[in-house]
């Protein structure tokens, strides 16, 4: 049982280049988020996913793009990268009828 | 649209010192509040979870209490030690429909306990 495992750690990208953060989840659980955290903002919500096959914006999905593929695994999309969306993103999927979410590790992208 | 706030941004105590991490919210319709903790470069770890029914909870040296009519949580750290030094985040589950649950972060109160 590894819980939210994200991939890469670590990213370094050039602007415009497009990239996937991957992401799952081994708990069986419905739904999924995704949030990014810069320095002096807290976290804020990307997209999140109540369950397979669905999919809704939080605070700031522009630049993003998400796919549930299926229940385990829900991943985050930068089509053209720009040095804005440097930051730390992390994953999460909630424990259904308990309230709280799973964090993974975190995936740490510069955009030069 | 729920806002969080966390006071003070940064906090040094000396070793041994209890604290309070002080957290506001606007919207009192939460469903519940967590506090977390985030080392340098590392994820979140869940310290304590509140639900909106509830006073407070309790972890250890850790107690963390809830007002939700007038949208203000605490986190209290009794002895604090080196270790405790970290960020502190605070955060607020709302309901959001079709049941799903959106979190809103506080920005964190960085604390650092010097020996």
């Known amino acids: 049982n590894a819980g939210v495992t994200q991939t890469p750690k670590f990213q370094v990208l050039k602007t415009g280049q497009s990239m996937t953060l991957q992401c799952a989840q081994d708990?069986?659980?419905?739904?999924m988020y995704w949030y990014r955290q810069d320095p002096g903002m807290g976290l804020r919500l990307i997209y999140y996913?109540?369950?397979?096959?669905?999919?809704d914006k939080g605070e700031v999905p522009n630049g993003y793009n998400v796919s549930r593929l299926n229940k385990r695994e829900f991943s985050l999309r930068l089509e053209s990268a720009a040095p804005s969306q440097t930051s730390v993103y992390f994953c999460a999927s909630r424990v259904p009828g308990q309230g709280f979410e799973f964090f993974g590790p975190g995936t740490r992208l510069t955009v030069l | 649209k729920q806002e969080v706030t966390q006071i003070p941004a940064a906090l040094s105590v000396p070793e041994g010192e209890n604290l309070v991490l002080n957290c506001s919210f606007t919207?009192?319709?939460?469903?519940?509040l967590q506090w977390f903790r985030q080392d340098p470069g590392k994820g979140l770890t869940s310290l304590l979870l509140?639900?909106?029914?509830?006073r407070e909870q309790t972890s250890g040296r850790l107690n963390a209490s809830l007002d939700k009519s007038s949208g203000r949580s605490t986190l209290y750290i009794a002895a604090s030690q080196p270790g405790d030094s970290a960020t502190y985040l605070c955060a607020v589950r709302l309901y959001s429909g079709a049941g799903s649950y959106q979190l809103t972060f506080g920005k964190g109160t960085k604390l650092s306990v010097i020996p």
């Open positions: 919207d009192s319709a939460i469903y519940n």
């Open positions: 509140i639900q909106s029914s509830q």
């Open positions: 708990m069986n659980h419905n739904s």
């Open positions: 996913s109540a369950s397979e096959g669905t999919t």
